[in-house]
């Protein structure tokens, strides 16, 4: 498959510091595309270093593996290996409470295949035939809230709970085949994924962000019309937005 791809990261309008990072990167040869959005947790208590460390223990995890069949596998060990070596930090007072959220994606694009590993509150779009489908599910109370119908879109945007997580990378040692993380593993047609963090959704309608990604502009342009409009809207969080265009 084609595919044209950009992400970018903003630190947003209120926000000290950006605890947001991301990882976008062709790996095994070209053969596949690599892309990770991640979200850090604990403010002071070093969300930021848990989001580098996680992308760069993801980012190196592939550079050491061998493609194999099971790129799922693979896919969730970088995860595991991210997520054990943030805990293994926990010695470290200062950084004693740290953790992320992340959504990791693998597209073999030789086959249109996709891996998903997901933990937390970032999320993955899919924009096909003019629809947006959420592929991922929120670990927080707002979110699955908002998925089971509770609450509508608009009230899960300004919910005072908004931001409350019912499941982080780093807090707990992991092993592979774990179930605490989230997997899928799509077939994919040509279509535009959209991963993110909540510094994007909280701030922007999927109608609106619908409307941008169906724009007949590159993707890098689309990105920052994302980011702008998260920031127009208040950027009260870091914002990561990543648009991958996959093609015939």
Known sequence: MKTSYYGDTNI???RPKNEDNFVL????GGTHLLAVVID?????????????LAARCIAEHFYESERTANSLDILQAAVVFA???????????????????LTAVLINLETGRLDVCHVGDTRLYML????????????????????????????????PSRNIITRSIGKEMLYDGSEFIQTHTLHLEPCTLMLCSDGLYD?????????????????????????????EAGGKDNVTVIVIDLMK
Not at 25 to 28: G, I, P, R, S, T
Not at 207 to 220: R, V, Y
């Open 128 to 159: 096909k035939d003019c629809v947006l489908t959420k592929v991922t599910s929120d670990h927080s109370i707002v979110g699955s809230k908002e998925e089971s119908g509770q609450i509508t879109e608009l009230e899960a945007m300004v919910h």
């Open 203 to 231: 701030m922007v309608h999927s109608s609106h962000m619908k409307g941008i990604l169906q724009e007949p502009i590159p993707a890098d342009e689309r990105v920052e019309k994302l980011i702008d409009a998260a920031l």
């Open 25 to 28: 990167k062709e790996v095994w």
């Open 83 to 101: 997520n054990n070596s943030i805990y293994a930090q926990h010695y470290n007072p200062w950084l004693s409470q740290m953790s992320c959220v």
């Open 12 to 14: 947003g309008n209120v």
């Open 40 to 52: 850090g947790v604990g403010g002071n208590g070093g969300g930021d270093v848990a989001a580098e």
